[in-house]
């Protein structure tokens, strides 16, 4: 069975992925059931919840790397602005250097 069947035989969308899971399913089905039969005891089988439990999964993956990925920004913009104002410190310090050599250079002239 084609992906594109088994989701009109259940009326929903699923991904490649999602398929992969259960064509062996069809494929191994101990009792050869035809392609309706099969996605009827599929979907009577708790296939949809299966689904949802598994779409639910990659939501919290992805919730999860989302938090871990605005952490990081936070912690990228706390280390920029640090140095920042290490970078305008430094400035000042060299801005000091230069006028105190000038300075020197116009005692030595």
């Not at 059931?33 to 919840?49: T, V, Y």
């Not at 920042?84 to 002239?109: D, F, P």
């Amino acid at each position: 069975m084609m992906q594109h069947e088994f989701e009109k035989r259940i009326g929903l969308k699923i991904s490649a992925e999602e398929y992969a899971e259960i064509e062996p399913l069809y494929m191994n089905d101990p009792k050869n059931r035809d392609k309706d039969a099969f996605c009827r005891h599929w979907l009577k089988e708790g296939g949809l919840q299966w689904l949802f439990d598994r779409r639910q999964g990659l939501v919290n993956l992805k919730n999860s790397t989302i938090a871990d990925l605005e952490k990081d920004v936070e912690r990228l913009e706390r280390w920029s602005t640090d140095m920042r104002k290490e970078l305008s410190e430094k400035n000042r310090q060299i801005i000091a250097l230069e006028n105190s050599l000038k300075k020197v250079r116009e005692l030595v002239a």
